[in-house]
């Protein structure tokens, strides 16, 4: 299976990639569809820290970046789970400034964004798939619930063995005989 994992998370992160570092170098020709966008997550972005920069071309440049980035790792398998959600995190805005269907009165544009949108939602849920797997191995949720389920175990065992000590030594105690020890 490592295979065809390995060869998803290339062909999955190619559009991130490639898309990313061309939203990079020429992020001119998308402010005036990212621009509504911005505006509204400029408030936002000052209240996590007032020198982040909230210019639409820089943060395009930024979005693009991280694309790159996360893509990269993604299709190398470095830190795939949470590069996964970086792309997730990098396509929700992507998707609301770039395909915006709801916004289009012509039926050939609306048509045309309605389908890319649904293309962005289809590269969500495989990048949350991609999220979600383990390579085959046990997930942080089955291993912290495996441990403590064993620690119950061991804690259970002891009890039964102190039960049984004590019984052991009651009885001894009560026919005099010695416990060895």
Do not use: C, Y
């Amino acid at each position: 299976m490592k295979p065809v994992r390995s060869l998803a998370r290339v062909m999955l992160s190619g559009i991130f990639v490639v898309s990313g570092a061309r939203n990079f170098t020429n992020p001119g020709r998308l402010v005036p569809a990212a621009k509504p966008v911005t505006d509204r997550a400029a408030p936002l972005i000052q209240n996590l820290h007032p020198r982040i920069p909230t210019d639409t071309e820089t943060l395009i440049r930024a979005n693009g970046a991280t694309q790159v980035v996360g893509g990269l790792m993604l299709a190398t398998g470095r830190f795939a789970r949470p590069a996964a959600l970086l792309l997730a995190g990098t396509l929700v805005p992507t998707t609301i400034a770039g395909h915006p269907f709801w916004n289009t009165d012509d039926p050939a544009t609306r048509s045309n964004n309605q389908i890319h949108f649904l293309k962005n939602l289809g590269l969500f849920g495989g990048l949350l798939l991609a999220a979600a797997d383990t390579g085959g191995k046990p997930g942080l949720r089955w291993r912290a619930g495996h441990r403590i389920g064993h620690s119950r175990r061991s804690v259970q065992r002891a009890i039964r063995t102190a039960r049984r000590e004590a019984k052991i030594a009651v009885r001894s105690a009560a026919t005099g005989h010695r416990i060895p020890g």
